[in-house]
Nanobody, 126 residues
Framework: QLQLVESGGGLVQPGGSLRLSCAAS????????IGWFRQAPGKGREGVLC????????NYADSVKGRFTISRDNARNTVYLQMNSLKPEDTGVYYC???????????????????WGQGTQVTVSS
């Protein structure tokens, strides 16, 4: 069974950068669409961006376009979330998730994702 572990969170000043990692075991991440989600204190979990299982097509929330990017390293069985120009409103727990549907598109709908990591905290504050 696929297991996901996030890492790379921490405290960063506004305008700074972080790279989160989502490492997989139990199966190859290349078979899955991967999504990154976040949950701010007192709010629901929201989709940030995702990458499809076929073709690597990406989909971004408007709030992160131009600042965040997602990439795969199939050799390391890891997906990365590069976050630049961070803002205080980016603060939250970030989760990666895997959707087993084989598709050239991905969607940031929580119910589509079968496997979830435990999350990593990102705090953007001066």
């Amino acid at each position: 069974q696929l297991q996901l572990v996030e890492s790379g969170g921490g405290l960063v000043q506004p305008g700074g950068s972080l790279r989160l990692s989502c490492a997989a075991s139990g199966d190859s991440l290349g078979y899955y669409a991967i999504g990154w989600f976040r949950q701010a204190p007192g709010k629901g979990r929201e989709g940030v961006l995702c990458i499809s299982s076929i073709g690597g097509r990406t989909n971004y929330a408007d709030s992160v376009k131009g600042r965040f990017t997602i990439s795969r390293d199939n050799a390391r069985n890891t997906v990365y979330l590069q976050m630049n120009s961070l803002k205080p409103e980016d603060t939250g727990v970030y989760y990666c998730a895997a959707d087993g549907a084989v598709s050239a598109m991905c969607v940031m709908s929580l119910g589509r994702y079968d496997y979830w990591g435990q999350g990593t905290q990102v705090t953007v504050s001066s």
